[in-house]
């Protein structure tokens, strides 16, 4: 009974071998020994101390287990079926005075056993064609990238394996990893082509009036707007003060200009004469 079978390349096994006392009276059993094909010596189990060779017994009838440890198979044995033998060496009591004299050394049946190819992980794939020996969750590794097909989001990118918004867009190409409605931002003014009213302005990303002018050239233009508006009234303004000083100028110049000719040309005497006194009447 082996402790692995079929057993692997590079294993150590143990061996439980069964012995049965089908004989009428006891059984001693001195040492057991196994011989694979593979090994040019035997292995043995020995009973009790080997020094004394203290004998195990076996009341007929009765069966006993006696295990052989620390068989190792060769890790670059060939794969497929191999055979091993079993040699016991024992006695049986025969019932006379003597007691026990009726000793024997037997060779069992030859057996067969299965190597398979190393699988240190266990995981069902041969070293050989595991590319994860020692990784039970993973063999293959499809685009080379290092990272094996049952974790890898993309196995068939080497550029890619992880995607950590669940968008479908691999991490190392998504420039939003941890935003699973973004991944792309064309003009790279840190808001998302998806959310972007403008993917290809980087001034502008958001149109909140809809007129398909980014609100910060709305802003600009409505700052130049209302520059306008209060430059066109302070030239009004100004226009219209420079109208009333031309007009106060004109006025006060044409004042003076009467009154200097007013001082200037004296009245004809004529005009300030008394009339002369009406003629005396006519004698009578």
């Not at 939003?176 to 980087?202: L, Q």
């Amino acid at each position: 009974m082996f402790s692995d079978n079929p057993a692997e390349q590079g294993d150590i096994i143990s061996v439980g071998i069964n012995i049965q006392n089908t004989a009428s009276n006891q059984m001693k059993v001195y040492w057991i020994g196994i011989h694979f094909d593979f090994d040019s010596k035997d292995i043995y189990w020995i009973s009790g101390d080997a020094s004394e060779n203290e004998p195990v017994s076996i009341a007929s009838g009765d069966e006993k287990i006696f295990d052989i440890d620390g068989i190792e198979i060769p890790s670059n044995l060939k794969v497929g079926y191999h055979t091993y033998n079993i040699v016991i060496d024992y006695e049986l009591q025969d019932g006379w005075l003597d007691g026990w004299n009726d000793y024997r050394w037997e060779s069992l049946p030859q057996s067969d056993f299965r190597v398979d190819e190393r699988d240190r992980d266990n995981d069902g794939y041969p070293d050989s064609e595991d590319e994860f020996p020692d990784n039970n969750d993973e063999w293959k590794d499809s685009d080379g990238d290092g990272v094996g097909d049952n974790e890898d989001k993309f196995p068939n990118d080497r550029d890619e394996w992880k995607d950590s918004d669940g968008d479908g867009v691999g991490n190392n190409e998504d420039e939003f990893p941890n935003d699973s409605e973004e991944w792309e931002d064309t003009d790279g003014d840190g808001v998302g082509d998806n959310e972007d009213a403008f993917p290809r302005d980087k001034d502008e990303w958001e149109d909140s009036d809809g007129n398909e002018i980014g609100d910060n050239q709305d802003e600009k233009d409505e700052a130049e707007e209302n520059l306008e508006d209060a430059a066109s009234k302070t030239n009004f303004l100004l226009i219209a003060v420079v109208v009333i000083i031309i007009i106060g100028i004109i006025g006060i110049i044409g004042y003076s200009s009467s009154k200097k000719k007013a001082t200037q040309s004296p009245i004809p005497q004529t005009q300030y004469q008394q009339p002369a006194p009406p003629p005396p009447p006519p004698p009578y």
